[in-house]
Protein backbone atom coordinates (compact mmCIF):
# COMPACT_ATOMS: atom_id res chain seq x y z
CA UNK A 1 0.00 0.00 0.00
CA UNK A 2 1.67 3.20 -0.87
CA UNK A 3 -0.55 5.25 0.16
CA UNK A 4 -0.96 9.11 1.42
CA UNK A 5 -4.10 10.85 2.52
CA UNK A 6 -5.09 14.36 2.96
CA UNK A 7 -7.99 16.51 4.39
CA UNK A 8 -9.96 18.24 3.68
CA UNK A 9 -10.25 17.80 -0.12
CA UNK A 10 -11.31 21.66 -0.61
CA UNK A 11 -10.83 24.15 1.74
CA UNK A 12 -12.39 27.97 1.62
CA UNK A 13 -10.61 30.62 3.70
CA UNK A 14 -10.82 34.18 4.30
CA UNK A 15 -7.45 35.95 5.30
CA UNK A 16 -8.29 36.37 8.48
CA UNK A 17 -9.12 32.69 9.53
CA UNK A 18 -6.53 30.12 11.07
CA UNK A 19 -6.68 26.44 9.30
CA UNK A 20 -4.72 23.12 9.20
CA UNK A 21 -4.52 21.46 6.59
CA UNK A 22 -3.60 17.34 7.56
CA UNK A 23 -1.69 14.47 6.23
CA UNK A 24 -1.19 10.81 7.05
CA UNK A 25 0.75 7.86 6.15
CA UNK A 26 0.99 4.28 7.40
CA UNK A 27 3.79 2.77 5.24
CA UNK A 28 6.18 3.50 7.86
CA UNK A 29 7.99 6.43 5.97
CA UNK A 30 10.53 8.11 7.87
CA UNK A 31 10.03 11.63 6.05
CA UNK A 32 7.21 13.58 5.02
CA UNK A 33 6.98 16.80 2.62
CA UNK A 34 5.07 19.55 1.64
CA UNK A 35 4.75 21.39 -1.79
CA UNK A 36 2.81 23.89 -3.23
CA UNK A 37 1.37 23.23 -6.81
CA UNK A 38 -0.19 26.88 -8.53
CA UNK A 39 -1.98 25.50 -11.90
CA UNK A 40 -0.27 23.90 -14.96
CA UNK A 41 3.06 24.23 -12.78
CA UNK A 42 5.22 21.72 -11.11
CA UNK A 43 5.34 20.95 -7.38
CA UNK A 44 7.18 23.25 -5.42
CA UNK A 45 9.11 22.36 -1.89
CA UNK A 46 7.97 23.91 0.81
CA UNK A 47 9.34 21.85 4.55
CA UNK A 48 10.52 18.27 4.61
CA UNK A 49 10.36 16.55 8.30
CA UNK A 50 12.96 13.70 8.72
CA UNK A 51 12.34 11.30 11.76
CA UNK A 52 9.81 14.21 12.44
CA UNK A 53 12.44 17.08 12.87
CA UNK A 54 12.04 19.90 10.36
CA UNK A 55 15.20 19.33 8.00
CA UNK A 56 14.33 21.90 5.04
CA UNK A 57 12.28 25.20 5.02
CA UNK A 58 12.46 26.45 1.72
CA UNK A 59 12.26 30.20 2.63
CA UNK A 60 8.17 29.65 3.25
CA UNK A 61 6.95 32.89 5.03
CA UNK A 62 5.76 32.18 8.46
CA UNK A 63 1.74 32.61 8.00
CA UNK A 64 2.03 28.47 7.18
CA UNK A 65 3.66 26.58 9.46
CA UNK A 66 3.87 22.54 9.72
CA UNK A 67 3.68 19.88 12.61
CA UNK A 68 4.92 16.79 12.80
CA UNK A 69 3.30 15.14 16.13
CA UNK A 70 4.38 11.52 14.95
CA UNK A 71 6.07 9.73 12.01
CA UNK A 72 2.32 9.22 10.89
CA UNK A 73 1.23 12.79 10.53
CA UNK A 74 1.72 15.85 9.15
CA UNK A 75 0.01 19.29 9.92
CA UNK A 76 0.39 22.71 7.89
CA UNK A 77 -1.28 25.29 9.95
CA UNK A 78 -2.38 28.83 7.89
CA UNK A 79 -2.91 31.72 9.32
CA UNK A 80 -3.50 35.41 7.74
CA UNK A 81 -3.00 33.97 4.50
CA UNK A 82 -2.72 35.68 0.96
CA UNK A 83 -4.92 34.95 -2.47
CA UNK A 84 -2.22 34.44 -3.77
CA UNK A 85 -1.68 31.53 -1.24
CA UNK A 86 -4.36 29.80 -3.15
CA UNK A 87 -3.02 26.32 -4.73
CA UNK A 88 -2.77 22.63 -4.64
CA UNK A 89 -1.16 21.76 -1.23
CA UNK A 90 -0.07 18.34 -1.66
CA UNK A 91 1.79 15.74 1.03
CA UNK A 92 4.55 12.95 0.10
CA UNK A 93 6.61 10.65 1.97
CA UNK A 94 9.25 8.41 1.85
CA UNK A 95 10.94 5.55 3.06
CA UNK A 96 14.18 7.33 4.88
CA UNK A 97 14.84 11.07 4.99
CA UNK A 98 16.90 13.90 2.29
CA UNK A 99 19.80 11.27 1.39
CA UNK A 100 23.27 11.82 3.14
CA UNK A 101 26.23 11.82 0.58
CA UNK A 102 26.64 8.85 -1.25
CA UNK A 103 23.05 7.95 -0.52
CA UNK A 104 20.23 7.63 -3.35
CA UNK A 105 16.74 9.65 -2.55
CA UNK A 106 14.03 7.32 -1.86
CA UNK A 107 11.06 7.19 -3.95
CA UNK A 108 8.58 10.34 -2.83
CA UNK A 109 5.32 9.09 -2.84
CA UNK A 110 2.58 11.84 -3.26
CA UNK A 111 -1.16 12.63 -1.63
CA UNK A 112 -4.09 13.20 -3.32
CA UNK A 113 -3.95 17.35 -2.17
CA UNK A 114 -5.90 19.99 -0.46
CA UNK A 115 -7.45 22.33 -3.00
CA UNK A 116 -7.24 25.78 -0.93
CA UNK A 117 -9.10 29.29 -1.93
CA UNK A 118 -8.09 32.34 0.15
CA UNK A 119 -10.43 34.81 -0.28
CA UNK B 1 20.68 26.49 -9.13
CA UNK B 2 19.66 23.03 -10.85
CA UNK B 3 17.22 23.69 -13.96
CA UNK B 4 15.19 20.77 -15.29
CA UNK B 5 13.86 21.69 -18.70
CA UNK B 6 11.34 19.59 -20.78
CA UNK B 7 11.64 19.93 -24.22
CA UNK B 8 8.00 20.04 -25.32
CA UNK B 9 5.00 21.20 -23.17
CA UNK B 10 2.61 19.12 -25.34
CA UNK B 11 2.35 15.87 -26.78
CA UNK B 12 -0.85 14.48 -29.06
CA UNK B 13 -0.23 10.97 -30.02
CA UNK B 14 -2.67 7.97 -31.46
CA UNK B 15 -3.78 5.47 -29.06
CA UNK B 16 -1.64 2.66 -29.66
CA UNK B 17 1.47 4.29 -30.66
CA UNK B 18 4.54 4.62 -28.75
CA UNK B 19 4.63 8.20 -26.68
CA UNK B 20 8.28 9.84 -25.84
CA UNK B 21 8.93 12.80 -23.52
CA UNK B 22 12.07 14.75 -22.47
CA UNK B 23 13.87 15.85 -20.15
CA UNK B 24 17.20 17.96 -20.45
CA UNK B 25 18.63 18.75 -16.46
CA UNK B 26 22.55 20.75 -16.10
CA UNK B 27 23.76 19.52 -12.98
CA UNK B 28 25.84 16.38 -13.18
CA UNK B 29 26.05 15.68 -9.72
CA UNK B 30 22.32 14.72 -9.99
CA UNK B 31 22.03 10.99 -8.88
CA UNK B 32 18.44 10.05 -8.61
CA UNK B 33 16.09 10.71 -11.34
CA UNK B 34 12.05 9.65 -11.36
CA UNK B 35 8.73 10.06 -13.52
CA UNK B 36 5.04 10.92 -12.05
CA UNK B 37 2.00 11.10 -13.79
CA UNK B 38 -0.69 13.42 -12.95
CA UNK B 39 -3.90 13.45 -14.11
CA UNK B 40 -6.60 16.58 -13.70
CA UNK B 41 -7.80 16.95 -9.72
CA UNK B 42 -5.33 14.12 -8.44
CA UNK B 43 -1.66 14.31 -6.64
CA UNK B 44 1.51 13.09 -8.93
CA UNK B 45 1.10 9.49 -9.22
CA UNK B 46 4.45 7.87 -9.42
CA UNK B 47 5.73 5.78 -12.36
CA UNK B 48 9.21 4.60 -12.18
CA UNK B 49 12.48 6.25 -11.14
CA UNK B 50 16.04 5.16 -12.20
CA UNK B 51 19.48 5.66 -10.53
CA UNK B 52 22.53 7.40 -11.92
CA UNK B 53 24.51 4.12 -11.78
CA UNK B 54 22.02 2.73 -14.40
CA UNK B 55 21.05 3.92 -18.12
CA UNK B 56 18.00 2.21 -18.54
CA UNK B 57 15.06 0.70 -16.40
CA UNK B 58 11.30 -0.65 -17.92
CA UNK B 59 8.32 -1.35 -15.74
CA UNK B 60 5.54 -2.09 -17.20
CA UNK B 61 4.75 -0.24 -20.53
CA UNK B 62 6.98 2.09 -19.81
CA UNK B 63 10.40 2.41 -19.80
CA UNK B 64 13.11 5.51 -18.90
CA UNK B 65 16.43 6.21 -20.54
CA UNK B 66 19.21 7.99 -18.63
CA UNK B 67 22.08 9.37 -20.91
CA UNK B 68 23.81 11.32 -18.58
CA UNK B 69 26.82 12.03 -21.20
CA UNK B 70 24.10 15.05 -22.72
CA UNK B 71 22.02 14.93 -19.23
CA UNK B 72 19.09 13.81 -21.15
CA UNK B 73 16.47 11.39 -19.48
CA UNK B 74 13.06 10.24 -21.45
CA UNK B 75 10.12 8.39 -20.62
CA UNK B 76 8.70 6.22 -23.08
CA UNK B 77 5.28 4.90 -22.79
CA UNK B 78 4.08 1.43 -25.61
CA UNK B 79 0.91 1.31 -26.55
CA UNK B 80 -0.39 4.15 -25.78
CA UNK B 81 -3.95 4.15 -24.19
CA UNK B 82 -6.75 7.08 -23.34
CA UNK B 83 -5.96 6.67 -19.72
CA UNK B 84 -2.09 7.74 -20.03
CA UNK B 85 -3.97 11.41 -20.62
CA UNK B 86 -2.12 13.77 -18.18
CA UNK B 87 0.60 16.04 -17.04
CA UNK B 88 4.00 14.07 -16.85
CA UNK B 89 6.66 15.33 -15.10
CA UNK B 90 10.29 14.60 -14.58
CA UNK B 91 12.18 15.19 -11.40
CA UNK B 92 15.91 14.78 -10.26
CA UNK B 93 16.93 14.72 -6.68
CA UNK B 94 19.53 17.19 -5.73
CA UNK B 95 20.84 17.64 -2.00
CA UNK B 96 17.87 16.19 -0.50
CA UNK B 97 15.59 17.43 -2.86
CA UNK B 98 13.56 17.12 -5.68
CA UNK B 99 13.49 19.13 -8.56
CA UNK B 100 10.70 19.10 -11.16
CA UNK B 101 10.45 19.94 -14.96
CA UNK B 102 7.72 22.14 -16.54
CA UNK B 103 5.69 19.23 -16.92
CA UNK B 104 4.51 17.71 -20.46
CA UNK B 105 0.57 17.27 -21.48
CA UNK B 106 0.36 14.52 -22.81
CA UNK B 107 -3.46 13.98 -24.99
CA UNK B 108 -4.20 10.39 -26.93
CA UNK B 109 -6.35 10.33 -29.45
CA UNK B 110 -8.79 7.74 -30.22
Known amino acids: DTEVTQTPKHLVMGMTNKKSLKCEQHMGHRAMYWYKQKAKKPPELMFV???????INESVPSRFSPECPNSSLLNLHLHALQPEDSALYLCASSHQGPPLAGRFADTQYFGPGTRLTVL | GESVGLHLPTLSVQEGDNSIINCAYSNSASDYFIWYKQESGKGPQFIIDIRSNMDKRQGQRVTVLLNKTVKHLSLQIAATQPGDSAVYFCGLGQGGKLIFGQGTELSVKP
Open chain 1, 49 to 55: YSYEKLS
